[in-house]
Antibody, heavy 124, light 113 residues
Framework: QVQLVQSGAEVKKPGASVRVSCKASGYTFTAYYIHWVRQAPGHGLEWMGWINPNSGGTDSAQKFQGRVTMTRDTSITTLYLEVSGLSIDDTAVYYC?????????????????WGQGALVTVSS | DNVMTQSPLSLPVTPGEPASISCRSS???????????LNWYVQKPGQSPQLLIYLGSNRASGVPDRFSGSGSGTDFTLKISRVEAEDVGVYYC??????????FGPGTKLQIK
């Protein structure tokens, strides 16, 4: 069965960086886009970006460009999200989620499997 | 940027009654392939979001048929024909632009009366 298992909670100081991992299993890793979505406490969902696990190509929301890096390691079917220059406002649960349709179809944002989320707390 | 709005933001519903949530986009989501790039999600308390409806009107696998999605272009609606207690949660619409950038709506909190 398809599973996305994320790394554990992190506590970081302002200005630091954090890397969240997302271990994928149960499907062909390189065949489906992965999106990253975050949710600040008591707030709604915020789309951050996607990665093509086959090519490594990425795109991110304008507000995150230059501060977010999405990568993957195909040998261990794991995706990574790194956020640099953390501020208090980056305190959130970070989710990875799989696009439902294979690469080759246009991205439509239908995210059928989600990780359990990774809480990142930024505090001085 | 494409802006998504939802209404209402809070929706108290009596079990067994219908419910309806509206989602509006500032740009048309109907693309040249004939599909509307609009999806609906629900986030139940303490859980990760779940896909309900994709491409405007297609129910995701395992979603009960009391959920339906409709609309085209800039105006979309999620309907629940008969609300059950398990439907409590926050409902989000989410759009993808032709440049493959996405945005979620602000969310609608469905509560049981």
């Amino acid at each position: 069965q398809v599973q996305l298992v994320q790394s554990g909670a992190e506590v970081k100081k302002p200005g630091a960086s954090v890397r969240v991992s997302c271990k994928a299993s149960g499907y062909t890793f390189t065949a489906y886009y992965i999106h990253w979505v975050r949710q600040a406490p008591g707030h709604g969902l915020e789309w951050m970006g996607w990665i093509n696990p086959n090519s490594g190509g990425t795109d991110s929301a304008q507000k995150f460009q230059g501060r977010v890096t999405m990568t993957r390691d195909t040998s261990i079917t794991t995706l990574y999200l790194e956020v640099s220059g953390l501020s208090i406002d980056d305190t959130a649960v970070y989710y990875c989620a799989r696009e439902a349709f294979p690469l080759g179809d246009s991205l439509c944002g239908a995210l059928d499997y989600w990780g359990q989320g990774a809480l990142v707390t930024v505090s001085s | 940027d494409n802006v998504m709005t939802q209404s209402p933001l809070s929706l108290p519903v009596t079990p067994g009654e219908p419910a309806s949530i509206s989602c509006r986009s500032s740009q048309s989501l109907l693309y040249s392939n004939g599909y509307n790039y609009l999806n609906w999600y629900v986030q139940k308390p303490g859980q990760s979001p779940q896909l309900l409806i994709y491409l405007g009107s297609n129910r995701a696998s395992g979603v009960p048929d009391r959920f339906s999605g409709s609309g085209s272009g800039t105006d979309f609606t999620l309907k629940i024909s008969r609300v059950e207690a398990e439907d409590v949660g926050v409902y989000y619409c989410m759009q993808v632009t032709q440049t493959a950038s996405a945005t979620f709506g602000p969310g609608t909190k469905l509560q049981i009366k």
